[in-house]
C-alpha cells in the first residue's frame, strides 16, 4: 500500500530498488507471495492465483483462491477459496501446474510442518476453536485439539 501525494491510498504491487529510487509499479490490486527459495511468485488478484517468474514475467493462472501459503519445498501451495457456514476459509493444496492435490478442508492461518508433509490448521467452532493436523498428501486429519494460531516447532 502506497500513499499518494494527495492523500489517496493504493493496493498497487511496486517494486523498489533495495539502493533507493523509484518505485516501479507492477500490477493494480496485487499482492505478491515469493517462493520459500524466491524463484517465483504466487500472484493474488481479484480471487485468481497466478504463478510468475521473480521478476513478475510471464504470468499464468493457476487457481481461483487467496491467501496461498507455499509448501517449505517451494512445489506446492496451500489456498483458500470460500468459507463455510462458521466463517472459516475452505481449504484447497495444488501443484504449480494449478492441479489440485485436494481440497474442502476448513481451517484459516495454514502453517506447513518443516518437512512439509502436514499442515496445521485453526478451525472456529462455536464452542471453541480446534487446531487440527492435517496430512498433506491425503487431507485427512491426523489429529485435533483445542487451540488457537498453530505453529510448528522446528
Known sequence: TITA???SISNAL???????????????ETTAHWSPDGSAVLLEHDGVLSL???????????V??????????????????????DANPVLAVADLEGTTVWSGVPGSL????????????EV????????????????????????RQPAWRP
Open 5 to 7: 501525494g494527495d492523500g
Open 14 to 28: 511496486h517494486v523498489m530498488p533495495v539502493t533507493g529510487g523509484e518505485a516501479e509499479m507492477i500490477a493494480e
Open 52 to 62: 510468475a517468474a521473480v521478476d513478475f514475467s510471464g504470468p499464468r493462472d493457476l
Open 64 to 85: 481461483n483462491g487467496f491467501l496461498p501459503v507455499w509448501a517449505p519445498d517451494g512445489r506446492s501451495f496451500v489456498y483458500a477459496y470460500e468459507h463455510d457456514a
Open 110 to 121: 495454514p502453517t506447513w510442518s518443516p518437512d512439509g508433509t502436514r499442515l496445521a490448521v
Open 124 to 147: 472456529y467452532r462455536p464452542e471453541t476453536p480446534v487446531i487440527q493436523v492435517i496430512d498433506v498428501a491425503s487431507g485427512s486429519v491426523v489429529y485435533e485439539l483445542e487451540g
